[in-house]
């Protein structure tokens, strides 16, 4: 891969392993447990990667055997792997429990994983354009601070910060401390993306709706909220609220849905030329219309297969 075209994106949070129940059990017995990659950033470059566009991960993977297998499937989706550090702590592990409607719920190990000690890269390269960052990475410290010196860094530099914070409440220890660190994160934040069960959080229980309209008057260039089954709306740099619905499809499970309407969000403003805080601010309701469409499209494909399994450029233009 080359820094040609329109530039890098640098994805940087937790890669981890999600642990999938498989069919059901006999009674008194545990369901077998299958091992899928995951973790939000590293579900976000996958997708990014494999609808083409240059991306790099930054993160702190393991050593083991979990962390092997996390470097070769990034380095199969066409992300570049320059800016992962390495460690012999172990993997960060994700216990999934399925719904059934397909939702997924999560407990997690994560004491003294690799992921959690990443250090400051510093100034990233020359020929990145935008940041991606979200969900565990931004909590757990001491990489959580880490990550903050580089969103604050990179959008200071005239980067496009974009950030899902795609929230674990059983991870964050005093609530209101975290939504006031999510606050002050905002005026260096040029794409918000949140679902809306994020969004009420962060908000202590108020309307989704209301809550995206007031953080966009905090910073944020646009503010995306994934709705589930209700498809995608957004609040567009001059304040209008666009919506698109959800694709008809058959779920499997929602596992990375989230992550590929990130993912495929940013792979679409890197093919129109628009991964900038001026470029997203300008977008009207048209352009929207089409880029939350193509979004849709992708989560759609995700939702149709078991895991985090976002499409290749291909299977959309199939």
Known sequence: MGAVGPGW??????ALVDLVPGPGAAPGALSPMTPLMGGGPFNVAVALGRLGVPTRFLSRISTDAFGEALLDRLRLSD?????????????????????????????FHVEGTADRLVADPGP???DVRAVSLGTLSLVLEPGASAYEAVLRRESAAGRLVSLDPNV???????????????RSWLPDVGLLKLSEEDARWLADGADPLDAAREWHGLGPAAVL????????????????????????????DTIGAGDT?????????SDHDALSAEAVRGMGVEAWRAALTFVAQAAAVTCSR????????????E
Do not use: C, K, M, N
């Not at 994106?9 to 937790?14: D, K, L, Q, T, W």
């Not at 390495?86 to 429990?97: S, Y």
């Not at 498809?231 to 058959?250: C, D, H, I, S």
């Open 306 to 317: 078991s895991g985090a399994e976002p499409p290749f450029a291909a299977e959309l233009r």
């Open 168 to 182: 674990r409440p059983a991870l964050v220890p005093d609530a209101d401390a975290y939504r006031a660190r999510f």
């Open 261 to 269: 309407v990130h993912g495929a969000l940013l792979a679409w403003l």
């Open 124 to 126: 990233l390269p020359d």
């Open 9 to 14: 994106i640098v994805v940087g949070g937790e």
């Open 225 to 252: 909220l994934t709705r589930g089954a209700s498809g995608l709306a957004v609040l567009t740099g001059a304040g209008e609220l666009v919506e698109v619905p959800a694709r008809r499809v058959t779920v499997v």
């Open 79 to 107: 992300v570049d792997t320059s800016l992962v550090q390495r460690g012999a702590e172990p993997t960060t592990l994700a216990v999934v429990g399925l719904a059934e409607d397909g939702s997924a719920r999560y407990s």
